[in-house]
């Protein structure tokens, strides 16, 4: 059976020659006679995949000492609550940009730890940062750089002048360059541009973390996950190891700039294809275009049906928007080669020819 092009959101496609390499680890890791998963994870081997794999993502992102890199369960969505309950106190304010679904969702879950300020809200676009609505004496300022359901990305981070900036840069994550030691805290799921699921990155700067205070739970508190290297308790071994791979393959392909000029690509084909379109449609500001969820709809919903059931027949699979905006979405991460794309494009066109 052929493998598919694979446009999945997350879980995502990964890299066919690190599925092949896991492949053949995954009876026996190293001649140790036994699976990568089947080891503890206090285990010498294991120490030193985890180590070897925080190293080669300090690399990619030039990560100074001052941040601690940890590798945490929970999902992006127990970030949602980690950010507030370690970087403010109860009384504190806190600053959310809302972008989209994600940092919604983040800002309702921020609302309900801490006194949270909404600098900017929009839908499909991006104010300019200089135009947001700031207070004094916030926290952090927070915010989604891709928004992974409409597809709106920034495209410039904003300043962080006058408070710590936290995001959420699951989707976007080494998909492009990032000066680290602008951000307070930086965090990304794996399984969409490093990973399969079930693991975490949080980069957060150490002066900003604390210990627990008697009524806090240990698990949700930053400091105590540094000081026992992610191994507070088991980790997502697996994950982490998968990880370790993924950052060694980026370091191969060229690092994160060469992701970023990928990206830029392989979602220029699409835009293209659907600016000159008569069927397709954007609804995102042509300015803030994710370069890795591109989102357009067809005029009705039965040719979208359509569209998608004649695409998975040409072996085009996992185009369909998210249920909270319908539509179409490709997802474009690391993993997905320019060669899926044009493949993609190939069939819009011939699709549009014969339904305009
Ligand atoms: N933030 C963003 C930007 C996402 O795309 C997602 C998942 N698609 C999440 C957060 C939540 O991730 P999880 O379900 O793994 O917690």
Redesign the pocket.
């Known amino acids: 059976m052929p493998r598919t092009y694979n446009f999945s959101?997350?879980p995502a496609a990964l890299p066919e020659s690190l599925l092949r390499q896991v492949q053949t680890q995954m009876l026996d890791y190293d001649d140790l006679g036994y699976s990568i998963v089947e080891m503890s994870h206090r285990s010498t081997p294991f120490m030193e995949i985890a180590e070897r794999s925080e190293e080669s993502l300090r690399r990619l992102l030039n990560i100074s000492n001052d941040y601690h890199v940890l590798f945490l369960q929970g999902?992006?969505?127990l970030q949602f609550a980690m950010v507030p309950l370690n970087l403010a106190e109860s009384g504190d304010t806190v600053e959310y940009a809302v972008t989209g679904y994600?940092s919604r969702k983040a800002h309702r879950e921020g609302s309900r730890l801490r006194n949270v300020h909404t600098a900017t809200e929009s839908n499909h676009t991006i104010p300019d940062p200089d135009t947001w609505v700031r207070v004094r004496n916030s926290r952090f300022l927070y915010f989604?750089t891709?928004?992974?359901i409409e597809g709106v990305q920034f495209s410039q981070y904003p300043s962080n002048r006058s408070a710590p900036l936290v995001c959420?840069a699951?989707?976007d994550f080494l998909t492009r360059p990032m000066v680290v030691d602008d951000f307070g805290l930086i965090f990304a799921?794996a399984?969409k541009n490093f990973g399969p699921?079930g693991l975490t990155v949080v980069i957060v700067r150490k002066d900003l973390c604390r210990t627990p205070r008697d009524n806090e739970a240990e698990y949700l508190n930053y400091a105590v996950h540094a000081e026992q290297n992610s191994m507070y308790n088991t980790p997502n071994t697996f994950a982490w190891y998968f990880a370790g791979l993924y950052f060694d393959w980026l370091h191969e392909q060229g690092g994160v700039e060469e992701m970023h000029r990928r990206c830029q690509a392989k979602s220029k084909v699409l835009y293209d294809l659907i600016d000159s379109s008569e069927l397709y449609k954007s609804r995102v500001d042509r300015a803030y275009r994710s370069l890795v969820n591109v989102t357009f709809t067809l005029p009705n919903e039965q040719l979208t049906q359509v569209f998608l059931r004649r695409a998975s027949q040409v072996n085009l699979k996992n185009l369909k928007g998210h249920r909270a905006v319908g539509g179409i979405r490709a997802s474009l991460y690391n993993a997905t080669t320019i060669e899926a794309v044009e493949a993609l494009a190939a069939f819009m066109r011939q699709f549009e020819a014969e339904n305009i």
Do not use: L, R
């Open positions: 959101a997350g999902g992006p969505t994600w989604t891709n928004e992974t959420d699951t989707s799921g399984q699921a």
